[in-house]
């Protein structure tokens, strides 16, 4: 069975980085799909962030494009997340995702942690 | 990229049917048959519904299906179950990037 966790802080300061990291198990992150971040503001909808495969490519939203990297650790079978200069509009559940061979259909999910942007 | 559209809120009684619209564009919907629905229950993870526009991954029931026309994408759930209360998403691959919809809040009377 595929699971996925989030992990990292659950409150980050106004214009500093927001790093989390997914801890994958029951599948190698060497498979052949694509892991990705998702994320969801409190009373919104589901915001694809981007995401990333085992050789190091990465897909961005290109509206967070500017301020996002996701990089990938092959011999911890996990894949993190940066988010640059954040505001309280980053604040969000933050999901991480497997992308079954990358045809944006996300079979297995993690069960999201919350980040909160506040002084 | 703009986000899907879908409507705000739908409803129905038990054991009726309702179907949720997700609009897009020729360079997301229109374009690929890699649209997918996902179930959405607060504080849990999404769940994956449908795939590739019509196909249901195993495990989920039959009463959900999925459909494509145009730049048009829609879930119809039959038979509805008060289990099926829940946010619901449209997605679509848009050509090395992904969008979501806005989210369709399921009412069972």
């Known amino acids: 069975q595929v699971q996925l966790q989030e992990s990292g802080p659950g409150l980050v300061k106004p214009s500093r980085t927001l790093s989390l990291t997914c801890a994958v198990s029951?599948?190698?992150?060497?498979?052949?799909?694509?892991w990705s971040w998702v994320r969801q503001p409190p009373g919104k909808g589901l915001e694809w962030i981007g995401e990333i495969y085992h050789s190091g490519s990465t897909n961005y939203n290109p509206s967070l494009k500017s301020r996002v990297t996701i990089s990938v650790d092959n011999s911890k079978n996990q894949f993190s997340l940066k988010l640059t200069s954040v505001t309280a509009a980053d604040t969000a559940v933050y999901y991480c995702?497997?992308?079954?061979?990358?045809?944006?259909?996300?079979?297995?999910w993690g069960q999201g942690t919350l980040v909160t942007v506040s002084s | 990229q703009s986000a899907l559209t879908q409507p705000a809120s739908v409803s129905g009684s038990p054991g009726q049917s309702i179907t949720i619209s997700c609009t897009g564009t020729?360079?997301?919907?229109?374009?690929?048959?890699?649209v997918s629905w996902y179930q959405h229950h607060p504080g849990k993870a999404p769940k994956l519904m449908i795939y590739?526009?019509?196909k249901r991954p195993s495990g989920v029931s039959n009463r959900f299906s999925g459909s494509k026309s145009g730049n048009t994408a829609s879930l119809t759930i039959s038979g509805l179950q008060a289990e099926d209360e829940a946010d619901y998403y449209c997605?679509?691959?848009?050509?090395?990037?992904?969008?979501f919809g806005g989210g369709t809040k399921l009412t069972v009377l």
């Open positions: 997605c679509s691959y848009a050509g090395s990037s992904t969008v």
């Open positions: 020729s360079r997301d919907v229109g374009s690929y048959h890699l």
């Open positions: 590739e526009g019509s």
């Open positions: 029951g599948d190698s992150i060497r498979s052949n799909n694509w």
């Open positions: 995702a497997r992308n079954d061979y990358g045809d944006s259909r996300f079979d297995y």
